[in-house]
């Protein structure tokens, strides 16, 4: 159940994307930055999602509803005036959190396809009760005027790159604080109730919590995500509530292996480079992405971490033979 990082490799991982900003503007290709940004995003949301879906076992069909929450929460107080990223992204993961927290209550308390259908509902909830809201741009959604500020900081979000560093930043606390919560007592709980929620309850352990904590945490960490994304955009949306974004986010941990550390974040960088990539060679890009997925899901059921894994386990035994 212990899940280790890449070591000295994470270092290096690092200092290699800091170093992406002036590479690509070097090269005349200063737009892949926002592109950049946007990945890095979304391997915060997965590996949110991660954290319930693959160590606890939780298939939540909703999770998009925290990003989105999270996003208005930006969007809202910007609309009010009111546009610090100290002040806005916290309360961005306070709104999620106290949402995941009443949801979690509510739907943890079913199992199987039940619990999928349930949050699934609140996020559908979540999403029509956006394009309700005409004082905040309904269906159309509500625009930012400008991107969050962070006084006392020598940098300016309105600048790309500078933005591109703060989330890299922000995913590497995520990321880390993640690896610590899955090793410790409470990451190991959340996965052994994975496995069988019955002998845990039977040797002492407190499933329902274990999970509703995970879940709470997992919130709160989509809500961070949602406000950097109605930053990077420049809008805030109802579609990002929609049930079409949860299963874009659960494609994503699929793909990069769910239950894995890197598994969110691995899948989420893939399934956006390739959608990347793919958009501009053909129009029928969402075909040729689904044969990718399809391929994937076949020869690798852990995932690409899984893959790299059982790659770097043959390598070993042929150094050793």
Do not use: C
């Not at 943890?108 to 979540?126: C, K, P, S």
């Not at 059921?301 to 386990?313: A, N």
């Amino acid at each position: 159940m212990h899940h280790r990082a890449l070591g000295p490799w994470a270092w290096a991982l690092l200092v290699a994307l800091a170093a992406l900003p002036p590479l690509l503007q070097a090269l005349g290709l200063e737009f892949y930055t926002v592109v950049a940004t946007r990945v890095l995003i979304f391997t915060i949301a997965a590996a949110s999602l991660n954290l319930i879906l693959g160590f606890g076992g939780l298939v939540s069909f909703g999770h998009a509803a925290f990003v989105g929450l999270g996003a208005y929460t930006v969007g809202v107080l910007a609309d009010a005036g009111i546009g610090s990223a100290w002040i806005a992204w916290p309360a961005a993961m306070v709104v999620s959190g106290v949402a995941a927290a009443v949801i979690g209550a509510i739907s943890l308390r079913t199992r199987g396809v039940y619990f999928i259908m349930i949050t699934l509902a609140f996020a559908q909830m979540f999403h029509y009760l956006a394009v309700s809201l005409k004082a905040y741009g309904g269906d159309d959604g509500l625009p930012l005027a400008a991107r969050s500020t962070l006084s006392g900081l020598p940098l300016s979000l309105a600048d790309d790159a500078s933005f591109y560093w703060v989330a890299l930043a922000i995913f590497a606390l995520v990321f880390a604080g993640l690896r610590r919560l899955v090793n410790s007592p409470l990451g190991w709980l959340l996965q052994a109730a994975r496995e069988n929620e019955t002998r845990v309850a039977a040797t002492g352990g407190r499933v329902f919590a274990v999970q509703w904590t995970a879940f709470v945490v997992a919130g709160a960490i989509a809500g961070l995500a949602g406000a950097l994304l109605a930053n990077l955009n420049g809008l805030v949306s109802p579609h990002l509530m929609h049930w079409s974004q949860s299963g874009q986010l659960m494609v994503m941990v699929i793909l990069g292996g769910a239950g894995a550390l890197w598994g969110g974040p691995l899948g989420a960088a893939a399934f956006l480079l390739l959608e990347e990539l793919l958009s501009g060679v053909t129009i029928h890009w969402q075909f040729a992405l689904g044969a990718i997925l399809l391929v994937v899901v076949l020869f690798a059921p852990r995932g690409l971490t899984g893959l790299v894994g059982r790659r770097s386990g043959r390598s070993k035994e042929a150094v050793h033979a």
